[in-house]
């Protein structure tokens, strides 16, 4: 925990320093950069998450679809076997 609160410390100093090299008029300008930046992060992950979402669902689909197959399956074979009888 000591060391995540030191590198956000860290982040921050080093922000300030890089403002520091710029001309104040870039300062706004790399704000709108970092929102955007911050913006499209959370879109990215946002989407990785729907997608890791449908792929669980649609393998769930298939592994119900295989298990109902399978269900239907044997369930044709008991009720379709043929007892042969003889007749004389």
């Known amino acids: 925990m000591e060391m ?6 860290a982040g921050e100093y080093q922000k ?3 403002m520091a090299l710029l001309p104040e008029q ?9 929102k955007e930046v911050k ?3 959370a879109e990215m992950i946002a ?4 997608e890791g979402r449908k792929a669980d669902a649609f393998r769930d689909k298939q592994d119900y ?3 109902d ?3 239907g ?13 003889d007749i004389e």
């Open 69 to 71: 197959a399978s269900w």
């Open 73 to 85: 399956e044997q369930n044709h074979q008991e009720t379709t076997s043929v007892k042969k009888v």
């Open 39 to 41: 913006m499209m992060l």
């Open 65 to 67: 679809q295989m298990a």
């Open 47 to 50: 989407a990785a998450v729907r």
């Open 16 to 18: 300030k320093a890089m």
């Open 4 to 9: 995540l609160r030191r590198l956000k410390t």
């Open 26 to 34: 870039m300062e706004k300008h790399l704000d709108v950069i970092e």
